[in-house]
Nanobody, 116 residues
Framework: QVQLVESGGGLVQPGGSLRLSCAVSETIFVFHAMEWYRQAPGKQRELVARITGGGSTNYADSVKGRFTISRDNGKNTVYLQMNSLKPEDTAVYYC??????????WGQGTQVTVSS
């Protein structure tokens, strides 16, 4: 069973930065893409950023220019660098390993709170 473990969440002031990490228990190449989602209270889970095995990236419009997704294949880890954080970025952030034709694998989530 593949496991994904997120870390790096916490409380940060508006304008601050955080870097989330997602460690995968097996080779990261079992997934065709790695994704970060977030879910704020009372809202649906939304895709924030995506990176393919080839390194192509996509971002939600709300985070473009502020968030950067990257991967370290040697460490089987995916990162989400979040800069210029806003209160509306407050959410639980989830890492997902995407599989063709399957539901994929999810991490347990890490809380990010942006507040003064």
């Amino acid at each position: 069973q593949v496991q994904l473990v997120e870390s790096g969440g916490g409380l940060v002031q508006p304008g601050g930065s955080l870097r989330l990490s997602c460690a995968v228990s097996e080779t990261i190449f079992v997934f065709h893409a790695m994704e970060w989602y977030r879910q704020a209270p009372g809202k649906q889970r939304e895709l924030v950023a995506r990176i393919t095995g080839g390194g192509s990236t996509n971002y939600a419009d709300s985070v473009k220019g502020r968030f950067t997704i990257s991967r370290d294949n040697g460490k089987n880890t995916v990162y989400l660098q979040m800069n210029s954080l806003k209160p509306e970025d407050t959410a639980v952030y989830y890492c997902k390993g995407a599989l063709f034709g399957g539901p994929g694998y999810w991490g347990q989530g890490t809380q990010v709170t942006v507040s003064s």
